[in-house]
């Protein structure tokens, strides 16, 4: 590895059609954002495309595909399920969530994220949540949320794959704020470009947003409040 850092050599973890959903990798290359030939969504890059975008540096069109097995006025994410657990400790009500996501609604379900969340801490719409509410999420909801997006988004969404990329470069999940591990996450998932935090008109709402990139929080230094959440340690 290494010699490979000293040459600048880029390393894409690639997942081919047939890989487990859950693929063992080293540590070393977790946080990497992988080049998934399983992925199946309405508008993306093709794989192809976009391993070709990380060897050249050259970003590509974007393509919209509709999978020929499907029919045509149907998005092919939209696969919500009755049996998806939308257990919370508060009584929230995580079906608005859980269908955005399915209809790949990314922008609306980010809002509803920030939505439901506040419900879980006591608090109402236009309010805002405190550091050691997010510190204190309810375990449950937390999981809820969590395991919707990454389901939803084939895994490359959630707070979860936000937290490995974060651990990745050296964060710890003990409510101390990493500077560096933080930098080096929002580099990562397309919040932080040429040293800047972007703002919220430019967040990318799709799926050729970088792995990790949605969910986001409101609030914060850098504009999220992302890192609070990755510092629960039941997420």
């Given amino acids: ?22 693929p063992d ?60 657990d939308l257990s919370s400790e508060k009584g929230v009500n995580y079906t608005r969530l859980r269908d955005l996501l399915a209809a790949g609604k990314w922008k609306e379900a980010d809002d509803e994220t920030y939505l439901v969340m506040l419900q879980a801490v006591g608090r109402k719409e236009n309010d805002w949540i405190r550091e050691q509410e997010l510190l204190n999420f309810p375990c449950t909801d937390l999981r809820t949320i969590d395991q919707l997006w990454v389901k939803y988004s084939n895994r490359r969404f959630g707070f979860s794959v936000q937290k490995k990329i974060y651990l990745s470069f050296g964060g710890k999940p003990d409510g101390k704020y990493y500077e560096e591990a933080w930098r080096k996450l929002g580099e990562r998932v397309g919040w932080r470009v040429k040293e800047n935090w972007i703002r919220g008109e430019e967040v990318t709402f799709d799926t050729t947003a970088p792995q990790g990139h949605l969910p986001l929080l409101p609030k914060g230094e850098s504009g999220f409040g992302v890192w609070w959440v990755l510092s629960h340690r039941d997420l």
Avoid at 1 to 18: A, N, S, T
Avoid at 37 to 54: A, H, N, S
Wanted: a positive charge; charged letters at 25%; one cysteine or more.
């Fill in 1 to 22: 590895m290494r010699e490979f850092k000293d040459r600048q050599c880029p390393v894409i973890p690639v997942l081919l059609p047939d890989a487990p959903h859950t």
């Fill in 25 to 84: 990798l080293p540590r070393f290359l977790q946080g990497y954002t992988w080049v998934d030939f399983r992925e199946q969504t309405r508008v993306y890059i093709p794989p192809m495309e976009r391993l070709i975008w990380g060897i050249t540096g050259k970003k590509p069109v974007r393509v919209k595909v509709i999978p020929q097995s499907q029919p045509q006025n149907t998005p092919q994410n939209q696969r919500n399920d009755s049996s998806d």
